[in-house]
């Protein structure tokens, strides 16, 4: 072992919580359950759907492990709600919802925003997952990534969606001017990449 | 409906603070009114901006904002987009407005 990776290995923290935030419908919940799945206990945070929402509340799952040469991590992930701008209830109902069940949805989903927010005290670091089908991508990463400079938690932009064929990889990291990591939470590519820079952030 | 913007200088921002500018934003969007603000909002404000937003939701009138830095994104990099002079806060509710950068 060299010493920087010696020196490296013993400022890395051991245990790390890390928040899984975005946009609604960024694949957050594919991703967490994905990390569940070949680092956890396979136990899925949340119900994946093409309907915004659907996680209205943060889900943390411990004892997710990833190791490299220096030693291994013991990472809590935590998915959260996506956060936006508005909630729009007739939103629901076109996804067949009444309208009843469309405001009651609605009404979580504003809660969901707010616990997302108040989680960025919480984390040690973040996982900002883009779609990168989306562009020019949403406000709302801004608001995020701004707000997790603020209170110097280290950030990986991950490229999500990057199996879609009008996904753009290199102009979210045109946008953000950063190291971004292009993966597909649905098909598993880029999550070595993925956990090599969750390694790397913690070990500050 | 009518139309309205109204362009929010940093003179009268400057004496407020974030809880007041919120309030003022809210109460402006509630009215129908679309705000451009000089000197934009920091990330702090919108996160502020945001939550209080979240609260007063009504799932009738008034059911949250649109927002745009139309600051071009290839220059507002992750580290040097407290340079943005200007961000447009439009209401959600006018289904036929949409703020976009092209
Ligand atoms: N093609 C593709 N679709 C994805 C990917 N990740 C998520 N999705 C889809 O995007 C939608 C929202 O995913 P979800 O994980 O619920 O997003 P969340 O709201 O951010 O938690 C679902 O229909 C997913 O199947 C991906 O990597 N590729
Ligand atoms: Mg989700």
């Known amino acids: ?53 659907e996680t209205r509340d943060c889900k943390a799952l411990e004892h997710c492990v990833i190791s490299d040469h220096n030693g291994s ?21 076109q996804h067949g919802l009444s309208r009843q069940d469309s405001i009651q949805r609605a009404k979580e989903a504003t809660r969901g925003v707010i616990k997302a927010i ?18 020019p991508f949403d406000q709302i990463n801004w608001t995020v990534i701004g707000n997790l400079e603020a209170r110097k938690i280290p950030i990986i932009v991950a490229a999500n969606k990057s199996d879609l064929a009008e996904a753009d990889p290199e102009l979210v990291k ?24 969750i390694l790397s952030v913690s070990g500050m | 409906m009518d139309l309205r ?6 003179h009268t921002t400057r ?54 830095n139309p600051t071009p994104l290839r220059m507002s990099g992750l580290f040097n987009r407290r340079n943005l002079k200007m961000t447009v806060i439009a209401p959600h509710n006018y289904e036929h407005l949409s703020i976009a950068l092209v």
């Open chain 2, 5 to 10: 913007i109204n362009f929010v200088t940093e």
């Open chain 1, 73 to 93: 991590l013991d990472l809590t992930i935590v998915d959260t709600p996506g956060i936006t701008t508005s909630i729009d209830y007739r939103e629901f109902q």
């Open chain 1, 118 to 135: 108040q989680s960025l005290d919480k984390m040690d670091a973040a996982i900002v997952v883009v779609d990168a089908a989306r562009a």
């Open chain 1, 1 to 53: 072992m060299s010493i920087l990776s010696r020196l490296f290995a013993r400022s890395r923290k051991t245990q790390v919580t890390i928040g899984i935030l975005g946009a609604p419908n960024a694949g957050k919940t594919t991703l967490a359950n994905r990390i569940s799945n070949e680092c956890g206990n396979g136990e899925p945070l949340g119900v994946v759907s093409p309907v915004p929402h």
């Open chain 2, 15 to 68: 004496k407020m603070n974030s809880t007041q500018k919120c309030d003022y934003i809210i109460s402006k969007l509630k009215t129908d009114c679309v705000l451009v603000f000089e000197g934009g909002l920091n990330p702090e404000e919108e996160a502020a901006l945001i939550q209080e937003t979240m609260t007063q939701i009504d799932h009738q009138k008034f059911l949250g904002y649109k927002i745009l």
């Open chain 1, 174 to 197: 045109e946008t953000f001017q950063s190291d971004i990591i292009p993966i597909s939470a649905k098909d598993g590519s880029g999550m070595n990449e993925l956990y090599g820079s």
